[in-house]
T-cell receptor
């Protein structure tokens, strides 16, 4: 089982649609969670951190479920510019040799006019 | 905000040559930098962790003699791909954290990546 798993997609949605991605992680000791966005042939860019209480940034909402070990990203009112690959990223427990980020394989989103 | 600069953005080299990639933190001191590699349609894979003033820590399966890492200052880490071969063609990305590791929780900021093509 992969440490961080995502549905690779692609998710093809029309403009204005609401789309949700899930991501599961295997290490219950994971401490921090992030969603990154990566455009084709570009570096990943931080979209948002994911907090235990859930958090929202404009059209984007992230949630964390520690009991089930998954995080989610909801995008409302999709724009053409939202087309990208969304990477689920998990950080291990503090102060150990594995204190670094593990990336999911990414979920590709394509928003159509 | 924090900026990580990577150079060059792309490079084409002949098989057998060496290529050096630089990663700089522009407005913060990065005690730790990470080097990733990404093949087409695959996720980022951590290659090594670069610590300022000490030897890099390599992930399993990554040859330390082939991928030389030097982190000589708090703002610069370099990755040298020695005796490059076509199978080394990939997208190499560095990243850095500007919070001490023992505080955790900080996201990483990435350089713009280097696309290496070995012919």
């Amino acid at each position: 089982r992969k440490e961080v798993e995502q549905d690779p997609g692609p998710f093809n949605v029309p403009e204005g649609a609401t789309v949700a991605f899930n991501c599961t992680y295997s290490n219950s000791a994971s401490q921090s969670f992030f969603w990154y966005r990566q455009d084709c042939r570009k570096e990943p860019k931080l979209l948002m951190s994911v907090y235990s209480s859930g958090n929202e940034d404009g059209r984007f909402t992230a949630q964390l479920n520690r009991a089930s070990q998954y995080i989610s990203l909801l995008i409302r009112d999709s724009k053409l510019s939202d087309s990208a690959t969304y990477l689920c990223v998990v950080r291990g427990s503090f102060n150990n040799a594995g204190n670094m980020l593990t990336f999911g394989g990414g979920t590709r989103l394509m928003v159509k006019p | 905000g924090a900026v990580v600069s990577q150079h060059p953005s792309w490079v084409i080299c002949k098989s057998g040559t060496s290529v050096k990639i630089e990663c700089r933190s522009l407005d913060f001191q990065a005690t730790t930098m990470f080097w990733y590699r990404q093949f087409p349609k695959q996720s980022l894979m951590l290659m090594a962790t670069s610590n300022e003033g000490s030897k890099a820590t390599y992930e399993q399966g990554v040859e330390k003699d082939k991928f030389l890492i030097n982190h000589a200052s708090l703002t610069l880490s370099t990755l040298t791909v020695t005796s490059a071969h076509p199978e080394d063609s990939s997208f190499y990305i560095c990243s850095a954290s500007f919070l001490p590791e023992d505080r955790g929780g900080s996201p990483l900021h990435f350089g713009n990546g280097t696309r290496l093509t070995v012919t």
